[in-house]
């Protein structure tokens, strides 16, 4: 059974830097069309942070390009989230996701492989 799990979260104040890591079980993730990590708040809709796709090419959500940066290894079967520069705004959320498109929610329920998600929480 395909599962992703995600690590890394935490508390850290503003200016900080936090590391995400996403394990993949049954599912390999270098070999995937496209993974990504997107973040949700309470009461907010899920937001697409970074994509990385099969030709190597990544997308950034403008907000966080320049300060995130993200990754995989394949021979950990693990992608990385590198977050820089956090700001309180970046308080969410954290999930990795594979074929997942662009969801209203961060949730399987619209296709896709999702992890159960890391929060991180950025304070002044």
């Known amino acids: 059974e395909v599962q992703l799990v995600e690590s890394g979260g935490g508390s850290v104040q503003a200016g900080g830097s936090l590391r995400l890591s996403c394990e993949a079980y049954?599912?390999?993730?270098?070999?995937?069309?496209?993974v990504g990590w997107y973040r949700q708040a309470p009461g907010n809709e899920c937001k697409l942070v970074s994509k990385?796709?099969?030709?190597?090419?990544?997308y950034y959500n403008p907000f966080v390009e320049g300060r995130f940066t993200a990754s995989r290894d394949s021979t950990k079967n693990t992608m990385y989230l590198q977050m820089n520069n956090l700001k309180p705004e970046d308080t969410a959320v954290y999930y990795c996701?594979?074929?997942?498109?662009?969801?209203?929610?961060?949730?399987?329920?619209?296709?896709?492989?999702w992890g159960q998600g890391t929060q991180v929480t950025v304070s002044l």
């Open positions: 996701a594979a074929e997942a498109g662009w969801p209203d929610d961060c949730t399987s329920s619209g296709g896709g492989y």
């Open positions: 049954a599912y390999n993730l270098t070999g995937s069309e496209e």
């Open positions: 990385i796709y099969r030709r190597r090419r990544i």
